[in-house]
T-cell receptor, first 114, second 112 residues
Framework: KAGVTQTPRYLIKTRGQQVTLSCSPI?????VSWYQQTPGQGLQFLFE???????NKGNFPGRFSGRQFSNSRSEMNVSTLELGDSALYLC?????????????FGQGTRLTVV | GNSVTQMEGPVTLSEEAFLTINCTYT??????LFWYVQYPGEGLQLLLK?????DKGSNKGFEATYRKETTSFHLEKGSVQVSDSAVYFC???????????FGGGTRLMVKP
């Protein structure tokens, strides 16, 4: 079974631009979550989607948004990029609706804002 | 709110030494607890989990016991290998959904 796939793996953007990151969950998984990982703040939860609906949201500004499609693939978008948005963005999928099930992570997208 | 506190790293050990990484948590509700491991350049992999008090999660020689009375979930391994060198994250999930709250991570370095 293929794992969680994130594209692209690496991205360099300029301040003020916007970016879209993509995540394909494990086949059959309906829950997709996004996390931001930085050396200073560690791993922080961005949002979770289940069946195309946002189920949980972390404490991030409105510049960070996401969506989920009917095939469970998910995208996250960051508008008006700031230098502080440079991070590893991790996507995780979980197998079913049940709460607190294990998450399977992708390798991440490394975003650098210059 | 919910939070996880892990011991600061890095932890440096010689091969075959005993490993303990401390993890304590604060949660509103009754959490599930997890240990994840991250190897260089990789995402996170689930190492083990426990869903209720006194549960012991175990995998690849690693163990952790859910201690509700001390709100702890310490990770242990009897004999570490060089290949165990990685960053270890303790995490909890509580309430609806699969949102994880992570500790700050502990880097483990094992020397031959």
């Amino acid at each position: 079974k293929a794992g969680v796939t994130q594209t692209p793996r690496y991205l360099i953007k300029t301040r003020g631009q916007q970016v879209t990151l993509s995540c394909s969950p494990i086949s059959g998984h309906r829950s997709v979550s996004w996390y931001q990982q930085t050396p200073g703040q560690g791993l922080q939860f961005l949002f979770e989607y289940f069946s195309e609906t946002q189920r949980n949201k972390g404490n991030f500004p409105g510049r960070f948004s996401g969506r989920q499609f009917s095939n469970s693939r998910s995208e996250m978008n960051v508008s008006t990029l700031e230098l502080g948005d440079s991070a590893l963005y991790l996507c995780a999928s979980s197998p079913h609706e049940g709460a607190r099930t294990e998450a399977f992570f992708g390798q991440g997208t490394r975003l650098t804002v210059v | 709110g919910n939070s996880v506190t892990q011991m600061e790293g890095p932890v440096t050990l010689s091969e075959e030494a005993f490993l303990t990484i401390n993890c304590t948590y604060t949660a509103t509700g009754y959490p599930s607890l997890f240990w994840y491991v991250q190897y260089p350049g990789e995402g996170l992999q689930l190492l083990l989990k426990a869903t209720k008090a006194d549960d012991k999660g175990s995998n690849k020689g690693f163990e952790a016991t859910y201690r509700k009375e001390t709100t702890s979930f310490h990770l242990e391994k009897g004999s570490v290998q060089v290949s165990d060198s990685a960053v270890y994250f303790c995490a909890l999930s509580v309430g609806a959904g699969n949102m994880l709250t992570f500790g700050g991570g502990t880097r483990l370095m094992v020397k031959p």
